[in-house]
């Protein structure tokens, strides 16, 4: 299992920015995908998920009503759409994925990782 994150980057805050996970390696519609952040020197935290299984999702609450995950029509791609970020959301972006149905935010429940992608949003 291969996965490859993109769009992350610099944005004033009230920005948007869309990131991509690009998975491989694996039968898709039997996966979860989990989305993460962590921030210099906080824990990995859960931000999203999705089940590629029934399309149920989850979010933190600090991100609820204004990031949205999603599956892409191209099958092997999980997006997270990040709408009125917060100079709080700076973090390095990860994507999880993971067999399974339930779509969970714990980062131990997750087997393969990507390698991030940086946001950072200035004040």
């Known amino acids: 299992v291969q996965l490859v994150e993109s769009g992350g980057g610099l944005v004033q805050a009230g920005g948007s920015l869309r990131l991509s996970c690009a998975a491989s390696?694996?039968?898709?519609?039997?996966?979860?995908i989990g989305w993460f952040r962590q921030a210099p020197g906080k824990e990995r935290e859960g931000v999203s998920a999705i089940s590629l299984y029934d399309g149920s999702t989850e979010y933190a609450n600090s991100v609820q009503g204004r990031f949205t995950i999603s599956k892409g029509n191209a099958k092997n791609t999980v997006y997270l759409q990040m709408n009125k970020l917060k100079p709080e959301d700076t973090a390095v972006y990860y994507c999880?994925?993971?067999?399974?149905?339930?779509?969970?935010?714990?980062?131990?429940?997750?087997?393969?990782w990507g390698q991030g992608t940086q946001v950072t949003v200035s004040s």
């Open positions: 999880a994925a993971d067999q399974g149905t339930i779509a969970t935010m714990i980062p131990g429940m997750y087997d393969s």
């Open positions: 390696g694996f039968i898709f519609d039997d996966y979860i």
